[in-house]
């Protein structure tokens, strides 16, 4: 089975523009994950998804971060405006409540961001 | 709040050798998760093995086990045998049923030939 799918997987921009990562889950998988890794911040939370539904989005930086999940197997995360503290490698997970296992979480290859 | 804490910034250790990884964690809850996940240069996190914090038997998989001590709430990772190919770094990560994991700094590991 294919894991979780990120793209792109290396962004550069400029200040003040828009930003949108997108992430496909595991098929099957009910529950989605933003994190974001710095040098300074380690990797934190950003938000998730249960049945395309956000379940906790404190850890959403400020209002210039949105994300959202239209179907079970697509979701993005826009920056808007960009800023160069935005900098850092964002990752999708997935896990599913079927196997029990819903603690498990697989993440993708993560998406590079660079806002210059 | 919850913390997960890794002592060891940086670790060495010599191929077919065995390394311990530490990490220590704070939680208030009885029923939890724990988790080591490797990332390597591609930045890729590869989960290497879990932990149920109801279950007494610590987990193994293949080279990798860990020391579940949950009274003093210790989680460490041993890794026997050790190859070229572990060269990465490690987090340790906690999570109570509510689904965000909590991750710690992490420990790069260096394998020397």
């Known amino acids: 089975d294919a894991g979780v799918i990120q793209s792109p997987r290396h962004e550069v921009t400029e200040m003040g523009q828009e930003v949108t990562l997108r992430c496909k889950p595991i098929?099957?998988?009910?529950?989605l994950f933003w994190y974001r890794q710095t040098m300074m911040r380690g990797l934190e939370l950003l938000i998730y998804f249960n049945n395309n539904v956000p379940i906790d989005d404190s850890g959403m930086p400020e209002d210039r971060f949105s994300a959202k999940m239209p179907n079970a197997s697509f979701s993005t995360l826009k920056i808007q405006p960009s800023e160069p503290r935005d900098s850092a490698v964002y990752f999708c997970?997935?896990?599913?409540?079927?196997?029990?296992?819903?603690?498990?979480?697989?993440f993708g290859p993560g998406t590079r961001l660079l806002v210059l | 709040a919850q913390t997960v804490t890794q002592s060891q910034p940086e670790m060495s250790v010599q191929e077919a050798e065995t390394v311990t990884l530490s990490c220590t964690y704070d939680?208030?809850?009885?029923?939890?998760?724990l988790f080591w996940y490797k990332q390597p240069p591609s930045r890729q996190m590869i989960l290497v093995i879990r932990?149920?914090?109801?279950?007494?038997q610590n987990a193994t998989e293949n080279r990798f086990s860990v020391n579940f001590q949950k009274a003093a709430k210790s989680f460490s990772l041993k890794i026997s045998d050790s190859q070229l190919g572990d060269a990465a770094m490690y987090f340790c990560a906690q999570t109570n049923s509510g689904y965000a994991l909590n991750f710690g700094k992490g420990t790069s590991l260096l394998v020397t030939p």
């Open positions: 098929s099957g998988h009910d529950y």
């Open positions: 932990q149920e914090a109801y279950k007494q």
């Open positions: 997970a997935s896990s599913s409540s079927e196997t029990g296992l819903q603690e498990t979480q697989y």
């Open positions: 939680t208030s809850e009885s029923d939890y998760y």
